[in-house]
């Protein structure tokens, strides 16, 4: 081996290791991450029964996340927060999550050092994927939270006009508030899950003693949205001041739909704008080729005619 590659796998390795000190030690958990991979490879050892590689998966994640959990409870928090907001209810979901991200940096580790000192690519470009890779273990996770996040609000956006439209008939009916929340969350789940599921969560909390305006209030909270947020300050506002409910809910459904309305004109006016690139970088070069081509072709050709004689005039020889 030669001594740039030593010299190359060095810096890897020192910039992969301070960053990973730096995150074990801000969390304040660094010490026991031998011990929690003793326990890990203690149970392995023990096991009887051979298991899939998603149940050791399943095991080993979290435990590895408890490793790298920030100590801070505001830095939990919101981390906990986050994930709540993207759907993820599970008690769990922390420390996979943290799992999965400190899985992903130490395999960027195991491969950087395996591809340089196997020799089957150049030092620098193995060292480049392994880095790429740390990054994408650094960065990806918190991209994909708020991509899955922004789905989630995209699917509730779109189906909270249609549940208030249902929860207006039952209120019309005759039925009191938390029986028509519970009936359309029964109704709507076969048109949108997700909505359905929500409110079904509403809908218990309510029965556990919670008013309707402060279980509405959670569910803002869950899925951070502004509509959401407006709908449980109506009906904290009606129940506060004896309001018509059945007007405000109609009155807030068209307020719902007219934002809904003008979010896709405005979608539809951006459109105009984000063609103009595609334009510009692949039709435009193509119509100048054709256009252009038969005239830098005559041109050429005149240059080569004028050209021809005056060349010919130049070498011949003087009498």
């Known amino acids: ?175 009191s508030f938390q029986s028509s929340l519970k009936r359309v969350a029964e109704e709507i789940v076969s048109a949108h899950a997700l909505l359905g599921y929500e409110l079904r969560i509403v809908d218990r909390e309510v029965q556990l003693g919670r008013s309707p305006g402060e279980a509405l209030l959670h569910f803002a909270q869950r899925t951070d949205l502004d509509e959401a947020l407006s709908l449980s300050t109506v009906i904290g506002q009606s129940e506060r001041f004896g309001a018509s409910l059945v007007k405000s809910l109609k009155s807030h459904s068209e307020t719902l739909r007219e934002r809904r309305k003008q979010q896709a004109e405005e979608l539809a006016q951006k459109a105009a704008t984000k063609m103009l690139f595609p334009t510009l970088f692949c039709i435009f070069p193509a119509i100048f080729v054709i256009l252009l081509a038969p005239a830098v072709f005559q041109t050429m050709a005149a240059f080569g005619n004028a050209s021809g004689p005056a060349s010919a005039a130049s070498v011949a020889p003087r009498r």
């Not at 011990?35 to 051979?50: M, T, W, Y």
């Not at 993207?86 to 940096?105: D, P, W």
């Not at 609000?153 to 207006?168: E, F, S, T, Y």
């Open 1 to 175: 081996m030669d001594s740039e590659t030593v010299i190359m796998l060095g810096i890897f390795a020192a910039t992969v290791g301070l960053a990973l000190f730096a995150g074990l030690s801000l969390s304040g958990r660094g010490r026991k991450l031998s011990a929690r991979l003793d326990e890990l490879s203690g149970k392995a050892e023990r096991s009887e029964k051979p298991e899939s590689v998603g149940k050791i998966a399943r095991a080993a994640l979290p435990k590895l996340g408890k490793v790298i959990v920030p100590n801070n409870e505001v830095e939990r928090n919101r981390l906990s927060t986050r994930l709540v907001q993207a759907g993820l209810y599970n008690r769990q979901a922390m420390y996979v999550f943290l799992g999965v991200k400190l899985s992903i940096l130490m395999l960027a580790l195991v491969m950087g050092g395996v591809m340089t000192l196997s020799g089957a690519t150049p030092p620098a470009h193995s060292l480049g994927a392994a880095l790429g890779l740390f990054m994408a273990g650094m960065i990806g996770p918190g991209m994909w939270l708020d991509r899955r996040k922004k789905k989630r609000q995209i699917k509730l956006r779109r189906a909270l006009p249609d549940a208030l439209d249902v929860l207006m008939i039952c209120l019309e009916g005759g039925l």
